[in-house]
């Protein structure tokens, strides 16, 4: 102060310094916005990529995460992957249930989007424990899923061995075929196109024909997926039909829920 005057040096020194470094601050502040936009847009991954409808891919579920699903109503299932190389999950469905496991034996690269192996064993109860049962259902699958982000050809190979057959009288492995395109990409959603079709050794016809062919979608988020699709084949006459059948073509409807936790 002099002469009873404030000097306003000091404060346009102070001004002059706020508005030099306000602006940087406030750029820092968008670039740090956008790049955690971009990490939470990143963070949403497929947690069901371990299979298209039905058909098992070359990955496993979205590791340290706890899966519970309802496949048309039908099928309760739950998993979890406790690596990121290891899946295991159990089925339940009318009087049955399954215990299985899956093993990717390659990770992700730019072609090649996973190679896994698994196998799944049915049970039956019996008085207060549950055992193997005459009617066991063992069923061994190898598969594969080729491609990039944006669009993934899957194929794979199972075969189920019941323990009062032999070797000689088991079918030939069964064949699927499947892929998937990425139709919508959301930070908070996406969605994709989806098909598999299976491929079943006929005793009768003394070749491999189509069992199911399934056509549809999916809608999935972070916690959410909603998997709608059309099964048509002579496989879902129930053995009531053959392949030569009118049935043949008759679509019905499939749906699985499934959340992730």
């Keep these: ?26 750029t820092q502040s968008i670039y740090g916005q956008e790049a955690d936009s971009l990490e939470k847009q990143e963070e949403l991954t497929e947690a069901s990529r371990n299979r298209l409808f039905w058909m098992s891919t070359g990955k496993i579920s979205a590791p340290h995460r706890v ?14 992957s406790p690596t990121d190389f290891l899946q295991l999950n159990t089925s339940l469905t009318f009087g049955y249930w399954s215990l299985g496991s899956k093993f990717q034996l390659m990770q992700e690269t730019e072609f090649i989007r996973g190679i896994s192996v698994g196998a799944d064993i049915g049970f039956s109860p019996q008085s207060e424990s549950f055992v193997v049962t005459r009617d066991q259902l063992t069923a061994f699958t190898v598969s594969g899923s080729f491609g ?17 057959k032999t070797w000689e009288n088991t079918l030939p492995p069964s064949f699927q075929i499947g892929f998937d395109i990425q139709l919508d ?10 098909a598999e079709s299976w491929w079943v050794y006929e005793p009768s016809l003394k070749k491999y024909d189509a069992a199911i062919i399934m056509i549809g979608g999916r ?33 019905l409807p499939y749906i699985n829920l499934m959340w992730f936790i």
Excluded at 185 to 194: E, F, G, H, I, V
Excluded at 220 to 227: A, S
């Design 1 to 26: 102060m002099e002469g009873g005057k404030i000097s306003l040096i000091p404060h346009l020194k102070f001004i002059v310094i706020a508005l030099l470094f306000l602006p940087l601050l406030g």
């Design 67 to 80: 899966s519970i699903g309802l496949f048309s109503f039908l099928v309760l299932q739950g998993g979890y």
């Design 148 to 164: 990039n982000e944006n669009a993934q050809l899957h194929l794979a190979s199972f075969m189920v061995v019941q323990p009062n």
């Design 185 to 194: 990409r959301d930070s908070n959603r996406q969605a994709k196109l989806m």
């Design 219 to 251: 809608s999935y988020g972070r916690t959410f997926i909603l998997d709608v699709a059309a099964m048509i084949g002579p496989t879902l006459c129930f053995g009531h039909c053959s392949s030569a059948s009118g049935l043949r073509l008759f679509p």
